[in-house]
T-cell receptor, first 116, second 114 residues
Framework: ETGVTQTPRHLVMGMTNKKSLKCEQH?????MYWYKQSAKKPLELMFV???????ENNSVPSRFSPECPNSSHLFLHLHTLQPEDSALYLC???????????????FGDGTRLSIL | KQEVTQIPAALSVPEGENLVLNCSFT??????LQWFRQDPGKGLTSLLL?????REQTSGRLNASLDKSSGRSTLYIAASQPGDSATYLC?????????????FGKGTHLIIQP
């Protein structure tokens, strides 16, 4: 039990499909994150939500649309994706957006996304 | 822009050996440095976090050092075990402290042979 649960674990979709990734944290944290992990590239931060408000969007294409309805849930809505979007998408949470001090992020096990 | 490099990219050693993983970063203005472990098909697990004012942190058989002025950190694993096999990631947090300033390396893929 990691405290951060992601569903589905695996997703295969065509480029014209619309799907959503879900993340739920049971740790009482108030900040949540989406990361993209591609083969042979460093982990890339996509979106940050703090107190349910989006803090950062690191120039992510609009075909990725995040939603944070409350502090425990985070979604990533996907539409019209490209083959290069195939990757492991990781969700994380932390107590506070500012990571000073010993307040590490807690990660889910990710959704492995494959675009046909 | 901060860049984090991890060497080697992959390492395979027999069980019982002591080993060192290296991490270097280009901008020494960091708030902290963190080592993570990632098992296949899993998320990241935090191992050790070193504040910029600290020189090292220890947890069990793991010891991480930080030399901020030279932009380097090492993760020392003593008496390696097959269960240590995983990918080890280094990440530095920029001095602003916001999560958007967290930069990761590509990782070292470690295999401990039984």
């Amino acid at each position: 039990e990691t405290g951060v649960t992601q569903t589905p674990r695996h997703l295969v979709m065509g480029m014209t499909n619309k799907k959503s990734l879900k993340c739920e944290q049971h740790l009482g944290h108030n900040a949540m994150y989406w990361y993209k992990q591609s083969a042979k590239k460093p982990l890339e931060l996509m979106f940050v939500y703090s107190l349910e408000e989006r803090v950062e969007n690191n120039s992510v294409p609009s075909r990725f649309s995040p939603e944070c309805p409350n502090s425990s849930h985070l979604f990533l809505h996907l539409h019209t994706l490209q083959p290069e979007d195939s990757a492991l998408y990781l969700c994380a949470s932390s107590q506070g957006y500012h990571l000073q001090g010993n307040q590490p992020q807690h990660f889910g096990d990710g959704t492995r996304l494959s675009i046909l | 822009k901060q860049e984090v490099t991890q060497i080697p990219a992959a390492l395979s050693v027999p069980e019982g050996e002591n080993l060192v993983l290296n991490c270097s970063f280009t901008d020494s203005a960091i708030y902290n440095l963190q080592w993570f472990r990632q098992d296949p098909g899993k998320g990241l697990t935090s191992l050790l976090l070193i504040q910029s004012s600290q020189r090292e942190q220890t947890s069990g058989r793991l010891n991480a050092s930080l030399d901020k002025s030279s932009g380097r950190s090492t993760l020392y694993i003593a008496a390696s075990q097959p269960g240590d096999s995983a990918t080890y990631l280094c990440a530095v947090l920029g001095s602003g402290g916001g999560a958007d300033g967290l930069t990761f390396g590509k990782g070292t893929h470690l295999i401990i042979q039984p």
